[in-house]
Every structure is written in C-alpha cells, then in structure tokens.
C-alpha cells in the first residue's frame, strides 16, 4: 500500500506481535472446500512408483503381492488383431456318424490270415479318430487376400468350438501312417502297408473332421474378439524387478500391469486409519496452498466475499471433475477442457493473478493421476497461453481460432511425452481426438461465465466493454441531460486509458468507471459549470446562493450517482468508484470562499464529501485523473515545465489531504502515472501551427 509515514512519537513504544485472525466468513467457505475434497479423495491406496523404459529402478526389490496377469500392450494387441484380420482359422465340425462309419467298415474288411490282428486295429483307430482327421486338401478362400492358417484350426464338438494346434489332429495321409507305425511296434513282422493296400483298408479312412465354410467366414469375420489382452501371469511373492535394474521395454509391461491390478483392483491392505488421514492431510494441503495463494496475489478478493466465493467455487468444480473422472474413466481426462476455468477467472481477475491460482487449481491432477505430470504440464502450458491470446480471439468465430490454437497447443505437449515414452502410435490418435475434442469444448463453455457473473454478482471484462459502449441508454441519457459532464468523462476515459496500460491496470474497468463516475450530475446538471451556457446573459445556477448551499449541491452528485447506480442496476464495482472518485476531500471552490468571507472554520463538514477513500490503485487512477481534466481547462501554458507543476501539484494535493493513505499502489505505479498525465497534457494541448490568410 501507498501510505504516508505517520509522525514519530517521543513517548517509548511497545511493538505488539499479532497472529493472524481468520474472519469466520473467509474460514467457513474454505472448510465446506476441505470437506468437500476429503469426501472426493480415492478410497484405495495409489502405486507410489515413477518409472521409465532405459533407466534404473531406483527403489527397493518390488516383490508382487498377489497374482495378477501381464497385460499385452496396445501394440501388441494391434499387431495380433492386424494378424488375426489376415490369417484365416478353419473351422471343423467333428462327425460322430463318421467316425462310427470308419470303425464299422473297418470291422467288415477281411484280412484272410491277418484277421487276428482286427482288434489292435479298431482300438488304434478309435485314438486317432478320438483326435480328428480332416482331409489332405488345404482349405482356399475364394476372395480377399486373407491366407489360411496352417498352425490353428477351430473344431466343435458337443456344441463346443474350441482352438486347436493344427499338429493335434492327422490328415487323411498322416492317419493311415500312424495307423501302420501303432500297429507295427505289435506286429513287427507283417507288412502292414501292402495288406492295408491290398485289402482296401487305407480307403476306409476318411475325414471325420467336415470342413464347415460359412463358420469359418463368420469366425474371421469376428476374430478380433479372439485376441487374448493378456500375455501371461506372475504369481504372489515373485520378483518383479530388483533396486538398480534397468526398466526394459518387457518389465515396464509387467509393470504397467502391476500397477493397473494395483489401482482398480488391488484393495489397501494397510491400516485404513492411515489411508484417511492421508487423504485429511492431502486435501487440507490444497485448502491451504488455495487461501495463502489467494492471500497473496489477490488479497483484495477478501474485500469482496463474492469474488472469495467465486474462486473457491471454481476450484472445487475442477477437483470434482477431476476425482470423479479419475474414478470414472482416467482414459478421458485428456477431454477435460481444464482452460475453461483459467478464462472464467480472467473475467474477474488479472492475468497475473490467474495464472497463480490456475497452477492451484491443476495441483490435484498431479496427486490423483496416473499420468499426472503429463497432463498437468499440457493443461498448464494450454492454460497460460489461451489467458494470452484470448484477448485477440475471444470474439464471434474468433473463438474457434483461438480453440485452435488450444489444441496445437496440448498435441505438441502429448507428442513431446510420446518421444520420450513410445508406446503404441495406434493410441495416439484416439487420445488426439480427445484432446481436440476439449479444446472445442473450451467455446461452448466459455458462455457459463455469465452463469457465474449472476450467481456471484460479479462484472465481468466482457460486460464492462459492453458499459463503455457510449450507445448505452444511460450514457445517451447522461449526454442529452449533461453533455458537459458526458464529454468530460471521454476526456477522463481516455486519460485513464493511457495511465492504466503504462501501470498495469485493469483497463476495461476503468475505462467503464470513467464514463460513469459523475453519472449523478445529470440529476441536477446546471449545477456544474462545464453543463452551463456561454451565452453572455446566461442565468449563473449559483448565483444568489450562499458558499455552503452551493457546495451541498455540488457534493450530492455523489449520492445522487449511488442512487441511480441502484436505479440502473450497476455493478458494484462501478459504484465504489462513484463514491471514492472525490474520497473525504473538499468542494475547494466554494470552501475557500466560504473562509475568506469570514466563515466559521470548526463549521466546515458541510463542505466535504462523504465518500470513501481509494483503496485500489483504478480508484486513485481516476481521482487523480478525474481532477486532473477538469483543472486543465484553466491551465494557459502547457509547457513541459508548466505541466510539471501541474500534475505534481495535483497529486501532492491528494496525498496532503490524505486521500491515498488507504491506498493499494505503490511508488512506482505513482511515479508512472505521472509521468504518463505529463506526456498526456503536452501531446493533447501542444500549440499548432496558424494558418495564413490568402491576401487579396
């Protein structure tokens, strides 16, 4: 703050050391937040390990607690569904009929002398006909560039198709050779081969797997539903890696599916004491880091509990989106349009104090979020840069440019983790259209900010643009009834312009705060000289009138601009700057006259406004700049000396009478302003050029 140093005391003083004094309206909201958070925290314990392909594991021998399956990568699933789309598995029906046909033939071919060697010869068939045997011919697809599978074939039986290693079941070639070689090992001196030729047992055998065509379509058709997510198991108390091994691609994937089982399904196995207090800790962690950034960078936020209330409610619908898309689906958080709630606060507030509080605001995606840093990292970089351009883009279909922008914006972000972690490129896209997805979602949101600006009775940037258009009702009511006071105040908006972009300020309130602060001169507009006519003759309002009677009429056009501030609704932002844009100081004019005439000197209250002293550093822009206009019209020489004293001499008046001790600018804000009214007065005012009559 800007305050005047305070006379020192002889008298001995005893420095008293205060703590600090929560007011229990700031207290009570910011509890509900803690409440709210510890009701939202994740009921399970989180697997506390960071980890990277090609670097060692630098915590302890991790040890499995319990069995749980590796998960194939989405790379792997790909390349098995790419290879399942071009590999066809036929699909056999085994025949009972069949199979009771071979053996019954069998049973009646007659082998003369060899008959003895019939029973040996039914029971090897039954094993082999137990197994299957289809027929020698390779199965063709009659279109498409799908190639037939030699190492699996699917068979039915029972009504139960299951998948079989093609080397489990014989050909029609294969079947008769083991026949032979089965019952050779028993009869090692008959000749086999040439007594099943000549008898025609080898024509018995016969396929008693029947090649079915139509399922072997359907299943082709569906065979991406056959690929198998998983890879293998890793059982209870096995070793997963040890402390210093280095993270290969294949103990990342048991890793990642260590950690899967660990998060979804995997319960805490610790005291459950533990886990919430975990939980109390973290979530008052949050609570606290919010007030003091709050306290910090925004402290007259306080001043104004619904703007406290505005940011503690936008923080609190982030962490809920956040938890319950966690618990929900984390696969979308990518679609979050976290943004959003850095322009809902840009609205309302700096940019150097959104950006703050818009880091507080993404601390639980850190915390709670498997891929926490990506995502905070990609949002944050999003953020800081849409609070940057949205000011040049946040127009009609600008909107979307500036959604465009978002989104190249977060890709470069996701592509920048994706280099340095390859994992599947087939995700990518699917995570690229989430992230565009929020992006666009960032344009249709945006319009809740009017939402919030009722609920929270607040002004927005947007709205006070809109006040500033000097086609609005009231200001052409003001210019008919008081054009004087109208066109002083375009005066005053823009040399508050000017001196707030050169000290930072909020330009778009002030420039509203401008073309409103003398809004109640229209109640009684003759009143004030710059409404009164230069016509010689003209009726003088205060003529006749005592010094006091005309300071009260010209001190109420405070009080008269409150009134129709209520009247028209406006914005309490814009009525603190009614009431301080003259703070406790005197109607001098008429306050001189009044002394100089012999007037009572203890019977003065009548002579000053009873506003209140600026506290914001847009409230002293505009007195200083209010008074500043309105005494330059009496100023003849506008040398850069003369106005030198000028604006000093202002300003100094203003600190004498103690109208900026309250005040919430700083030295160097003060130097700049100024220097800005100095430059602005001599640029305004320089003399021109006389043009020359034409003689003759």
Known sequence: MFRRAAPSSKKTRIMQISTPNIPLWRLTPLVIVFAVLVLLMPRTAKFNYDYKKGTPWPYETLISEFDFPILKTDEQLQAERDEAGTIVIPFYRYSDEVTSAVVKNAQSVDMGAYNRLRPSLIARLGDIYAKGVISDGKVKMEQGSAQVSDNLIYIQKNKRAVQYPRTEVYKVSDARDQLVALLAKTYPSVNLDSLFRRTGLYDVIVPNLLYDKAMTELTHAESDDYVSPTLGYVKADEKIVSKGEIVTAEIAQILDSYKEEYNHVYGYAGPRIFLYLGNILLALSLAVILYLVIHFTARFVFDRPARYLFLLSIFLLAAIVTFLMVRLSPSLMYMVPFPVFALYMLAFFRKKQVFPLYIVLLLPLLIFCGNGMELFVMFLTAGSVTVETFGYFSKGWRQFLNAAILFGVEMLVYLGFRFIDVGSTATWW???????????????????????????????????????????????????????????????????????????????????????????????????????????????????????????????????????????????????????????????????????????????????????????????????????????????????????????????????????????????????????????????????????????
């Open 430 to 696: 699917a995570d690229l259209a989430l992230i565009f997805v929020g992006s666009m979602a960032t344009v249709a949101l945006y319009p809740l900010i009017y939402l919030f600006e009722k609920i929270f009775n607040l002004v927005s940037s947007t709205r006070l643009v809109e006040m500033a258009d000097t086609s609005n009702p009231l200001l052409q009511e003001l210019a008919q009834k008081a054009p004087g006071t109208f066109q002083h105040s375009l005066q005053v908006m823009n040399l508050v312009d000017a001196v707030g972009r050169a000290t930072d300020a909020d330009v778009p309130l002030l420039r509203a705060a401008a073309l409103y602060h003398d809004i109640g001169k229209m109640a009684n507009p003759l009143c004030f000289v710059e409404n009164q006519s230069a016509t010689p003759g003209a009726t003088k309002y205060h003529e006749g009138k005592t010094p006091r009677e005309s300071a009260v009429d010209i001190i109420r056009h405070v009080d008269d601009g409150l009134a129709i501030a209520e009247e028209h609704r406006l914005p309490q932002e814009i009525r603190s700057f009614i009431n301080s844009h003259h703070g406790t100081s005197s109607a001098a004019y008429f306050l001189n006259k009044y002394l100089n005439d012999g007037g009572d000197p203890s019977d003065v209250a009548d002579f000053f406004y009873h506003g209140q002293k600026p506290t914001a550093k847009e409230q002293v822009i505009l007195m200083v700049c209010d008074s500043i206009e309105a005494a330059s019209r009496t100023l003849t020489d506008f040398s850069p000396e003369s106005c030198d004293r000028f604006v000093e001499g202002i300003v100094t008046g203003k600190e004498k009478a103690g109208q900026l001790e309250d005040a919430d600018i700083t030295l160097h804000d003060l130097n700049l302003m100024k220097r800005m009214l100095k430059t602005y007065l001599q640029q305004v005012y320089h003399s021109r050029v006389a043009y020359p009559k034409r003689k003759g």
